[in-house]
């Protein structure tokens, strides 16, 4: 949905350019063009009612075409560039969800919680690059950890990363088709746009008693058992769920 709005927002921004610099020849430089374009987007995606984070993409967007097509590459170079993206942001694509990568401490703060929780089993919904995963798979090697990727480049990276740990297990494919259930902590770092859905189906998959932790994107109208504020460079915020059991978010004894 979000991709059809950009689309529409870039396309439409193009048309209004193009129509005014033909209809009205010598109202405005035609040099200033993308400039126009790129804020026609920005102010079209925000009526659209993108998320903010939309808004550097669509001002950078068009005016990057012009100089990706000025460099005059060979034509298999700007297919190549595509495809590498493609292979890369597969996530972004098919479901609002970019490629970001956790920091170190992350991985630390949910080695600590794994410890706490007793966890044996862990999975990241969404691994990229297996930058949680590998080193909580290499500090614990009593949880069996699980990564889930769906973009290509990233799943073979963290296939790759993950290669001599033999407690971890790299998966392809999409986590909304992975049941949840046995699992004892669930960890998701992704987009506000899927915390709904995501909730809708921890509620029916996740054993009460069981912990989800999201990195940055709190899930909307879920009580939180604990919030944990990491001092690394984005400042993230780590928004802990204790799934079902009351009792349990009482006593869930982590730090906030
Ligand atoms: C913000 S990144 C987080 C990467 C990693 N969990 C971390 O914390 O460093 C989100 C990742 O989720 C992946 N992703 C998005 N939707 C997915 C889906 N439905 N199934 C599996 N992976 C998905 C994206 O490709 C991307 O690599």
Redesign the pocket.
Known sequence: MQLLKAALSQLSALAGVWLALRGWPGVFDPRWAPVLQAAGAALLSRLLRQPLWWLPIHLSFFPAVLFAIGLQLPAWAYLGAGLLMALV????V?????????SPA?AAALQEIAVQERAESFI??????????APLAAAMPGLQVT?????PL?YLLARWRCRNLTNAAVAG????DCNLGRFDLV?????PA?MPRLGRKLEREMRPGSLFVS?SFPLPGWPLSAEIRLADRRGTRLYCYRIGDQRCQANAGLPG
């Open positions: 942001f597969w996530g972004t098919g479901g609002d969800v970019p490629l970001f990568l956790s992350v990241d919904l969404g691994a990229g690059v297996a930058s949680v995963a990564a889930l990727e769906r973009a990233p494919g999409s986590f909304w960890f998701a770092f992704l987009s899927v990195s």
